[in-house]
């Protein structure tokens, strides 16, 4: 006689029944979340090109909405946004670049130099490490310089794959600066009306926390960049120019970014003029970096952004090891994002389940005259 499965059931306790519901429902939505996550590493490039475009939006919507009170048309404000923001990327590499150029034998002779200092202070230094061991710490030191460089056709297909989402990013600028109401009221029309206003509210709490952060990231990466531009020049550590920039892209990465380009800098700093010089430019990172840490940051980050250090680290790696470089940028706008849509949602849900306020008294309404109905 086979056995009842409902009188099964009924001997099973109910906090094991729970568990092994909890359980299948993880396992179901992590299977989810790692089937979007494989998609997402395939077309990496687009989605990394749609994060970017968003953020660039976010950044120069106001010269447009400045140009469209000015009476351009839509496309033209777009059109000229996209331009000013060009001009001012590859001036800035243009620049740097001639600057590069014109001091590189300089530079060759300075780096030359400071690697043969940099072999007295191992070998005399407080290691006292032998020739021997030198010679083994450079040749490990070049094999990895090597295997880090791509070779020709991985080069080329990178560099391929970089203009493509490159293009594919300038042209969703373009269309999101002309477009974008519109496709989001579009966007917003197909979905039930008893869901939209959730979904605006949401949509709106997101866009607000993006902006505020990408607004707010450049000012911390303009003031980092400014700060250490004018130490290093003060000091004449060669590549200043190059480093202030490499400082300025480096902020938009929080908490780890700063720290690489300061240790780039002061790498370079000791190559140049040696410890001492070394030394001054570590004073001044870490000047301003406890600067900008403990008052800009906190000031201007925090109520856009308002993630723990923890939740900002881990969003930091996970982005790194999913899509590199690119990924650690995005990673966190997107979390912020998504705290600040869900936050936006559910007090949107809340707002529309909450219980009406109970209607005013008749004798509250003006042009009523039942004054004598009320209690004196």
Excluded: K, N
């Excluded at 009221?185 to 997101?206: D, K, N, S, W, Y």
């Excluded at 531009?229 to 200043?240: C, D, H, K, S, T």
Aim: positive net charge; contains cysteine; hydrophobic residues 55%.
């Amino acid at each position: 006689m086979r056995p009842d499965p409902m009188r099964l059931a009924a001997r099973v306790p109910g906090w094991l029944l729970t568990a092994a519901a909890v359980t299948g429902c993880l396992l179901v939505l992590g299977a989810g979340a790692y089937a979007l996550i494989r998609v997402l590493v395939v077309i990496a490039p687009v989605v990394l090109a749609v994060v970017a475009a968003l953020l660039l939006t976010a950044l120069v919507a106001p010269m447009t909405r400045l140009l469209r009170a000015l009476r351009l048309p839509d496309w033209l404000a777009a059109l000229l946004t996209v331009l000013a923001l060009l001009l001012v990327l590859l001036g800035s590499l243009v620049l740097i670049g001639l600057r590069v150029i014109s001091q590189f034998e300089d530079l060759r002779r300075e780096l030359t130099s400071g690697l043969r200092r940099l072999h007295q202070m191992l070998v005399s230094g407080p290691l006292h490490l032998d020739e021997r061991q030198v010679t083994a710490l450079t040749t490990g030191a070049q094999r990895a310089v090597r295997s880090a460089i791509p070779g020709p056709a991985a080069g080329a297909a990178g560099a391929a794959e970089t203009l493509t989402a490159a293009v594919l990013t300038l042209l969703l600028l373009f269309f999101l600066l002309r477009d974008g109401t519109t496709a989001w009221q579009r966007a917003t029309a197909l979905v039930p009306e008893r869901r939209r206003g959730r979904l605006t509210a949401a949509a709106a709490a997101g866009w607000h926390s993006v902006t505020w952060y990408v607004r707010g990231i450049v000012v911390i990466a303009a003031v980092d960049a400014i700060g250490i531009g004018i130490a290093l020049v003060v000091l004449r550590v060669p590549l200043a120019l190059a480093l202030t920039l490499l400082t300025f892209m480096a902020a938009f990465v929080p908490i780890v970014g700063a720290t690489v380009a300061g240790t780039v800098a002061v790498g370079v700093a000791f190559l140049a003029h040696g410890p001492t010089t070394a030394l001054l430019v570590l004073a001044a990172v870490l000047l301003v970096q406890q600067t900008e840490g403990h008052l800009l940051h906190p000031l201007v980050m925090r109520r856009a952004v308002r993630l723990h250090p923890v939740v900002t680290l881990l969003a930091i790696g996970v982005g790194t090891l999913l899509a590199g470089i690119a990924g650690a940028l995005v990673a966190v706008p997107t979390c912020a994002f998504v705290y600040h849509a869900v936050a936006g949602y559910r007090s949107a849900a809340r707002a529309e389940s909450a219980p009406p306020e109970p209607a005013a008294d008749a004798g509250d309404q003006p042009g009523d005259d039942h004054s004598d109905d009320r209690d004196p």
